[in-house]
């Protein structure tokens, strides 16, 4: 009977069945593996792409039932956006507008006058508060015109803003579930990652919030983006062998258009939309250097196609600061915030590292248990000292250094570790206030992008450690939560009492709310 070595012991242990399969495939297996039964549940772990190695993963076939997934994650949205009456993410269709939204769609000429729409492009997207010179200045003119369109569509009504922002949410879940399979993960994840994203509570914000389209419509050009760069100019688990001489590795076509020129149109939507959209060309950045650490060979034959991407993201790149200092008349704002919206701005570079970590543990907190959620966390909510603060930053610092740890340590069995990594780096270094101060402390909606790079890390490493039916069991249990969850905070933006008593309430130290 063949025996197992100590490091064929350990590979079982790991789940790392690749070593395994090649040292023994017949015969009865020791103790250790639980004998041929114990064999077949490690392989059945394996099935949509979970924990197999390098080599299974590039020989395996593309599985057959990925679309069916799709299928069923839109079947979830549509059914939401059918519910009219109900609560769910289609409750927000008779909520009224609230907070920003009275501003930029109430007060905003190019939103409300007939044909100033494409004033939106050379126009600051505050310049309805002119009088505040401590207003952000900030350039989002692919919002506003979608704001104009809903208004020449539906005039003011609520539920037609709102309706759109589902299906904005609808695509931008898609298209996460497609940048999971383009990856490599398998089906079983990106179903996983594609129905936890669309239904965690904390995308409540940027849903029922009508502004919060500057979001959806950012991530997704960077979702779209990452999914035409993934696999060709850029390293994917799976290396695509061309069919012939003239398809080379990222030239592939899309509706007549090479990828990185596709790439190039989702970047400039994203950026238009938001400034977070500069996450794709950040995380691309991240993505290259980190697959060049490991093994650089990953790049062999993709010279072209990576001077071709960064060729068109960097165009795009140039065109946008130079619309951008066009409208503004400035590279960034010429004052601080104020300590009211960011208290973190006025504190000294240690305590502003500090509260910036400690925001880093809130919203770690929140994407575990989202629950209870606020629309404000301004001063003195969130401060840059103190032991509450302290403590959020230990956690927030050692959960981002485990994964970092983690993703190193396991990056040849596990690379989704660090793809989720650097998405959720390149979506929240920028949002985060460690490296410049930004408008706001802390906003639920600055996690929509963030979030995605965490489950894409997450998810299929909990699927290595489960096995039969308890993965589609704790599916269907964090889905069922997570719909409940969103059930009782879109029913809070139903009027502004209740809203401002619920923020008061979550966070009862903040000014802004108290006042409502």
Same mark, same amino acid.
């Given at each position: #009977?063949?025996t197992?070595?100590?490091?064929?012991?350990?590979?079982?242990?790991?789940?790392?069945?690749?070593?395994?399969s090649?040292?023994?495939?017949?015969?009865?297996?020791?103790?250790i /593996?639980?004998?041929?039964?114990g064999?077949?549940?490690?392989?059945e772990?394996?099935k949509?792409?979970?924990?197999?190695? =390098?080599?299974?993963?590039?020989?395996?076939?593309?599985?057959?039932?990925?679309w069916?997934?799709?299928?069923?994650?839109a079947?979830?949205?549509?059914?939401?956006?059918?519910?009219?009456?109900?609560?769910?993410?289609?409750?927000?269709?008779?909520?009224?507008?609230l907070?920003?939204?009275?501003?930029v769609?109430?007060m905003?000429?190019?939103?409300?006058?007939?044909?100033? %729409?494409?004033?939106?492009?050379?126009?600051?997207y505050?310049? #309805?508060r002119?009088?505040?010179?401590?207003r952000? =200045?900030?350039?989002?003119?692919l919002?506003?015109?979608?704001?104009?369109?809903?208004?020449?569509?539906g005039?003011?009504?609520?539920?037609?803003?709102r309706?759109?922002?589902? *299906?904005?949410?609808?695509?931008?879940?898609?298209?996460?579930?497609?940048?999971?399979?383009?990856?490599?993960?398998?089906?079983?994840?990106a179903?996983?990652?594609?129905?936890?994203f %669309?239904?965690?509570?904390?995308?409540?914000?940027?849903?029922?919030?009508?502004v919060?389209? *500057?979001d959806?419509?950012a *991530?997704i050009?960077?979702?779209?983006?990452m999914?035409?760069?993934v696999?060709?100019?850029?390293?994917?688990?799976?290396?695509?062998?061309?069919?012939?001489?003239?398809?080379?590795?990222?030239?592939?076509?899309?509706?007549?258009?090479?990828?990185?020129? /596709?790439?190039?149109?989702l970047?400039a939507?994203?950026?238009?939309?938001?400034?977070?959209?500069a996450a794709?060309?950040i995380?691309?950045?991240?993505?290259?250097?980190? /697959?060049?650490?490991?093994?650089?060979?990953?790049?062999?034959?993709?010279t072209? *196609?990576?001077l071709?991407?960064a060729?068109?993201?960097?165009?795009?790149?140039?065109?946008?600061?130079?619309?951008?200092y066009?409208?503004?008349g #400035?590279?960034v704002?010429?004052v601080s915030p104020?300590?009211l919206?960011?208290p973190?701005?006025?504190? %000294?570079?240690?305590g502003?590292?500090?509260?910036?970590?400690g925001v880093?543990?809130?919203?770690f907190g929140?994407?575990?248990?989202p629950?209870?959620?606020?629309?404000?966390y301004s001063?003195?909510?969130?401060?840059?000292?103190g032991a509450?603060t302290a403590?959020?930053?230990?956690?927030?610092?050692?959960?981002?250094?485990?994964?970092?740890?983690?993703a190193?340590?396991?990056r040849?069995d596990s690379?989704?570790?660090?793809?989720?990594?650097?998405?959720?780096?390149?979506a929240?270094?920028?949002?985060?206030?460690l490296?410049?101060?930004?408008?706001?402390? #802390?906003?639920?909606?600055?996690?929509?992008?963030?979030?995605?790079g965490?489950?894409i890390?997450?998810v299929?490493?909990?699927?290595r450690?489960?096995?039969g039916?308890a993965?589609g069991?704790?599916?269907?249990l964090?889905?069922?939560?997570?719909?409940?969850?969103?059930?009782?905070?879109?029913?809070?933006?139903?009027?502004?009492l209740?809203?401002?008593e619920?923020?008061?309430?979550?966070?009862?130290?903040?000014?802004?709310?108290l006042?409502?």
């Amino acid at each position: #009977m063949p025996t197992l070595s100590y490091r064929g012991a350990e590979a079982v242990r790991a789940g790392r069945f690749g070593y395994i399969s090649r040292k023994f495939t017949e015969g009865p297996l020791p103790e250790i /593996c639980g004998g041929s039964r114990g064999v077949e549940r490690v392989i059945e772990r394996r099935k949509g792409g979970l924990g197999m190695n =390098r080599n299974e993963r590039e020989k395996a076939p593309a599985p057959a039932w990925g679309w069916p997934a799709a299928i069923l994650l839109a079947a979830i949205l549509a059914s939401a956006l059918m519910v009219v009456r109900g609560q769910g993410l289609a409750g927000t269709l008779s909520n009224p507008f609230l907070h920003d939204d009275l501003t930029v769609i109430g007060m905003n000429p190019a939103v409300q006058e007939k044909g100033r %729409a494409l004033e939106a492009f050379t126009m600051d997207y505050w310049a #309805m508060r002119q009088g505040d010179r401590r207003r952000d =200045r900030l350039y989002r003119p692919l919002v506003t015109l979608s704001l104009a369109l809903n208004r020449s569509a539906g005039g003011n009504a609520p539920g037609g803003y709102r309706a759109a922002n589902i *299906a904005l949410h609808a695509i931008a879940s898609l298209l996460l579930f497609w940048l999971v399979l383009r990856f490599g993960l398998g089906p079983s994840a990106a179903g996983a990652v594609g129905v936890l994203f %669309a239904l965690h509570p904390i995308h409540t914000e940027p849903v029922n919030a009508v502004v919060g389209r *500057a979001d959806l419509l950012a *991530a997704i050009g960077v979702f779209g983006g990452m999914g035409l760069l993934v696999g060709g100019a850029l390293p994917g688990l799976r290396r695509r062998r061309a069919a012939s001489e003239k398809e080379k590795i990222g030239e592939e076509k899309t509706g007549g258009l090479s990828r990185p020129v /596709c790439a190039g149109l989702l970047f400039a939507l994203a950026l238009l939309s938001k400034e977070i959209g500069a996450a794709l060309l950040i995380w691309a950045g991240f993505w290259w250097l980190w /697959c060049r650490g490991p093994r650089e060979e990953t790049f062999e034959g993709r010279t072209g *196609a990576l001077l071709k991407a960064a060729s068109a993201l960097g165009a795009v790149l140039g065109g946008y600061l130079l619309l951008r200092y066009a409208a503004l008349g #400035m590279w960034v704002r010429p004052v601080s915030p104020s300590v009211l919206d960011n208290p973190l701005a006025h504190a %000294a570079l240690g305590g502003r590292m500090l509260g910036a970590l400690g925001v880093l543990g809130r919203y770690f907190g929140l994407i575990f248990w989202p629950w209870p959620l606020s629309i404000d966390y301004s001063y003195s909510q969130v401060m840059p000292a103190g032991a509450e603060t302290a403590l959020w930053a230990l956690l927030g610092a050692a959960l981002l250094l485990l994964w970092a740890g983690a993703a190193w340590r396991y990056r040849a069995d596990s690379p989704g570790l660090a793809f989720g990594l650097t998405l959720f780096l390149a979506a929240y270094l920028p949002i985060s206030n460690l490296l410049i101060p930004i408008g706001t402390v #802390m906003a639920e909606r600055l996690l929509y992008l963030p979030l995605a790079g965490f489950l894409i890390a997450a998810v299929p490493q909990a699927g290595r450690f489960l096995s039969g039916r308890a993965p589609g069991v704790l599916l269907a249990l964090a889905g069922i939560l997570f719909a409940g969850l969103s059930f009782a905070r879109n029913g809070e933006w139903s009027t502004p009492l209740r809203f401002w008593e619920s923020a008061a309430k979550s966070s009862p130290r903040s000014a802004r709310a108290l006042q409502g």
